[in-house]
């Protein structure tokens, strides 16, 4: 039995599922997205965006986490998430991070400077027009430079904006990997949730010029769980919470409690309020931007998660110190 995964390796939510069915040994056939294939995709696509998984009977899925939460149910083996719902709860909280915090840095790298967003819109157009020639190739180049380095404004990604983002990339890329120093994995010997959403980010960081130099030049083992995460393969089990907490304790305060999490209550608040743009104080500067639609239906999702598994033990206590606590139980 076979599934199809229409998607790009430049596409961080494509690479997150293929990584997810290569870990669970679920048949898959990566197919890139391409004119050739469009008519296809868009047979079963609901949306114009991959990844898109084709069962064998004929169902498209898209989505990322939704389509990783299905296949954990019907492929249960080798999981991806702890049996302690608490610490299942840090592992939703930390891929939704990397889905929504994590693609900040992935998109303001890639298009926010020329070096990266040539080499991006190369990769890209080769793709759609590789058969068509070196001229097809240059002139498709410059125009997907051109469109989407206008659209860093979606993802928050502004003058204004850049050196908070490019702190936190910093930020969370130190801490990671002190993390990673007693571990293979983010929360112990095999890959979790929080690893396929995190890593996604990061690999394609990995494969940018400007982010890449700065992995490479600070964090050795944070490359290695790059490398290892893109065909993961369990080697122990996942640790406690309680092991876990010193070094992951920082990572929720500093980036999911102190960035993300305000970020995202501004961001539903004003798209509750219908404003078309938002302004707050974060991490001690300035922030504006559009506010992002999507991100306002994730952090309901998140604080839904977060009520199914309040009163595990130690869950609250974990998020009250790292600042996380009050915004998921609003």
């Known amino acids: 039995m076979t599934y199809r995964i229409f998607g790009s390796e430049l596409s961080p939510y494509s690479v997150k599922v293929r990584s997810f069915f290569r870990y669970k040994s679920i048949g898959h056939e990566w197919i890139p997205r391409s004119p050739e294939v469009q008519a296809e995709f868009q ?27 299905r296949f954990e149910s019907s492929s249960p083996q080798p999981s991806v998430i702890p049996n302690d719902p608490a610490l299942a709860f840090v592992s939703a909280l930390l891929e939704e991070y990397g889905d929504e915090w994590g693609n900040k840095w992935m998109f303001h790298y890639r298009w926010r400077f020329q070096p990266d967003a040539w080499s991006t819109a190369e990769r890209i157009a ?46 969370a890329l130190g801490l990671i990997e002190a993390h990673l120093a007693s571990r293979t994995f983010l929360l112990g010997g095999r890959p979790a949730m929080a690893d396929f959403g995190l890593w996604a980010q990061l690999y394609e960081a990995a494969t940018d010029p400007t982010p890449g130099a700065i992995m490479r030049a600070s964090a050795p083992r944070v490359m290695g769980w790059v490398e290892r995460m893109l065909s993961p393969k369990a080697e122990g089990g996942f640790e406690t919470l309680s092991a876990l907490a010193p070094t992951l304790m920082p990572l929720l305060a500093q980036e999911v409690g102190a960035l993300f999490l305000p970020w995202s209550a501004a961001n539903a608040a004003a798209i509750g309020r219908g404003d078309k743009s938002f302004t707050m104080s974060l991490g001690g500067a300035e922030w504006t931007q559009e506010p992002q639609k999507y991100h306002a239906r994730s952090l309901a999702e998140i604080r839904r998660k977060f009520s199914a598994a309040k009163g595990a033990p130690g869950l609250e206590s974990l998020l009250a110190e790292s600042g996380c606590l009050a915004i998921l139980a609003a």
């Open 43 to 69: 047979k079963y696509a609901r949306l114009p965006l991959v990844p898109l998984v084709v069962t064998p009977e004929g169902e498209g899925i898209q989505d990322s986490t939704p389509i990783l939460e």
């Open 126 to 171: 080769e793709q759609m027009m590789g058969a068509q020639g070196t001229l097809a190739v240059a002139q498709a180049r410059a125009a997907v430079a051109g469109r989407m380095m206008g659209r860093l404004g979606f993802v928050g990604s502004n003058e204004r904006t850049q050196p908070l983002i490019e702190a936190s990339f910093v930020k």
